[in-house]
């Protein structure tokens, strides 16, 4: 895939959830026609080759314009067992291979204040930004897409301590800590996704006016528990409030800005 691929579009979705979805192979075969592209965050190592297969045919091998799959290992699924030892093991054996890594990082809210859900989650958001931060120079760079909930201190110092900033592009999903941290982020090098959610929030209005010009990317996080079924339409009506919220936050109409990021990061 080029970078073009990616600038012709009309709406890039940067973080969504297909293998969550019972409808993601019709998803994918419209995403042409509506000149629509995403990045599908896994939420288990275990789901990236068979979503990665029945998306494209092949594994890690988009064959459709605009679509990335990343292998992921999401901190709630770590927190309640259904991402084990053995499957983080298996993703770092397969990291080697796979440019996108997604969804990953930690959650450190009230439903996950048990110190040993903390150590594993940390333990494996650890072991994944050191894996990745060990790729050979002139590859391209990995692109995390990182939860980071009651926890943006704790994800900047693990990507801060294994380096892997140096080597990939961090992208904080819906991010919603203090300023003082955004400002941190910010400064990281960080890259941001911004949907509709969080621009309901004052303090995510205030955050979207902010997030650096040609960092910033526009994500649905869909599907939601109670709409699972959800349709390429959905993702384009989430697609489209996130980019109006985001031109009334700034001031300007940010549709050609995030696509134009979007190929950037996600191009070749």
Known sequence: MFAQDIAALDYFDAHVHLDLMPTAG?????????????????????????????????????????????????????????????????????????????????????????????????????????????????????????????SVDAVLDVLEETKALNRCRAILHWFSGSSNQLHRAILAGCWFSVGEKSLKTGKGREYAKVYPADRLLTETDLPSSEHPACSIEDLLAGIERACRGLSQARGYDVQDEVITNAATLFGA
Do not use: Y
Request: proline share 5%; glycine share 8%; net charge positive.
């Open 26 to 150: 019709e998803v994918a075969r419209s995403a042409a026609s509506h000149n629509f592209g995403f990045f599908s965050c896994g939420v288990s190592p275990t789901d990236f080759s068979n979503t990665s297969k029945m998306l494209t045919g092949r594994a890690n091998q988009p064959t459709a314009p605009g679509i990335r799959i990343g292998i992921g290992a999401h901190p709630w699924w770590i927190a309640d067992g259904r991402v084990s030892k053995a499957d983080i093991e298996m993703m770092l054996d397969t990291i080697s291979d796979v440019r996108f890594i997604g969804e990953i990082g930690l959650d450190f809210s009230s439903r996950f204040n048990d110190a040993e859900v903390r150590k594993r989650q940390l333990h494996a958001f650890k072991s994944i930004c050191r894996k990745v931060a060990q790729i050979p120079a002139d590859d391209a760079p990995k692109i995390l897409s990182i939860h980071a909930v009651k």
